[in-house]
């Protein structure tokens, strides 16, 4: 039972290259979450799902795309990064809204 | 609109002192406020909820619906409290609404 875990852990871009985030949960948890943690910002929402093939848009969906294919998997997707991007990626999954499981963050920096 | 606010980006304490941390929110409607911890090299984890009105680890929180406020707050600071804490609020649709966090540091 791993919990929530991310792939890859660390990443570095060039501006204009896309990638995608891997978040996985064995926990069988309705709901998932993508944000990103910058200094001083906090946690900020990025995308969420509500069950499998489900998602909706957070506080800060521009730029990143999202999908929910199996209830097990929730994608984070770059289609064009910017520097603006940098940043640490948290994922988390929970059986409520309120009850999150949070992996262990993706280090992303864009060149 | 909805939106946490943690005034205090690094809050330092001594060993044994008494610790309060501030979380101010603005919600329409009836708010559910969570506090959430992340030790040195662990993950983010839920401390506590308003609504079970428990004390986790010594810490406590009463939420304030006249001055909208959610503060944690422990009587006796341990230097294992040192931790990022940040205080969510339930948003529309499932989701939290966190703070910018506070960085808690106790001194031996």
Same mark, same amino acid.
């Given at each position: %039972?791993?919990?929530?875990?991310?792939?890859?852990?660390?990443?570095?871009?060039?501006?204009?290259? $896309?990638?995608?985030?891997?978040?996985?949960?064995?926990? %069988?948890? /309705?709901?998932?979450?993508?944000?990103?943690?910058?200094?001083?910002?906090?946690?900020?929402?990025?995308?969420?799902?509500?069950? /499998?093939?489900?998602? !909706?848009?957070? /506080?800060?969906?521009?730029?990143?795309?999202? $999908?929910?294919?199996?209830?097990? %998997?929730?994608?984070?997707?770059?289609? +064009?990064?910017?520097? +603006?991007?940098? $940043?640490?990626?948290?994922? !988390?999954?929970?059986?409520?809204?309120? /009850?999150?499981?949070? *992996?262990? *963050?993706?280090?992303?920096?864009?060149? | 609109?909805?939106?946490?606010?943690?005034?205090?980006?690094? =809050?330092?304490?001594?060993?044994?002192?008494?610790? @309060?941390?501030?979380?101010?929110?603005?919600?329409?409607?009836?708010?559910? =406020?969570?506090?959430?911890?992340?030790?040195?090299?662990?993950?983010?984890?839920?401390? =506590?909820?308003?609504?079970?009105? @428990?004390?986790?680890?010594?810490?406590?929180?009463?939420?304030?619906?006249?001055?909208?406020?959610?503060? =944690?707050?422990?009587?006796?600071?341990? @230097?294992?409290?040192?931790?990022?804490?940040?205080?969510?609020?339930?948003?529309?649709?499932?989701?939290?609404?966190?703070?910018?966090?506070?960085?808690?540091?106790?001194?031996?």
């Amino acid at each position: %039972n791993a919990g929530v875990t991310q792939t890859p852990k660390f990443r570095v871009l060039k501006t204009g290259q $896309s990638m995608t985030l891997l978040c996985a949960q064995d926990m %069988n948890h /309705e709901y998932m979450y993508w944000y990103r943690q910058d200094p001083g910002m906090g946690l900020r929402l990025i995308h969420y799902s509500v069950g /499998e093939g489900t998602t !909706a848009k957070g /506080e800060v969906p521009d730029g990143y795309n999202v $999908s929910r294919l199996k209830k097990q %998997n929730f994608l984070l997707g770059l289609e +064009s990064a910017a520097p +603006s991007q940098t $940043s640490v990626y948290f994922c !988390a999954g929970g059986p409520t809204y309120y /009850e999150q499981y949070f *992996g262990p *963050g993706t280090r992303l920096t864009v060149t | 609109a909805q939106r946490v606010t943690q005034p205090e980006k690094l =809050l330092s304490v001594f060993k044994g002192a008494p610790v @309060e941390l501030k979380c101010n929110y603005s919600y329409s409607g009836s708010p559910e =406020l969570f506090w959430y911890v992340q030790y040195s090299r662990q993950r983010l984890q839920l401390l =506590l909820r308003h609504i079970s009105r @428990e004390s986790i680890k010594g810490f406590t929180a009463d939420l304030n619906k006249g001055e909208t406020s959610f503060h =944690l707050k422990k009587p006796f600071a341990q @230097e294992e409290d040192s931790a990022m804490y940040y205080c969510a609020l339930s948003g529309s649709g499932g989701k939290l609404i966190f703070g910018q966090g506070t960085e808690l540091s106790v001194k031996p």
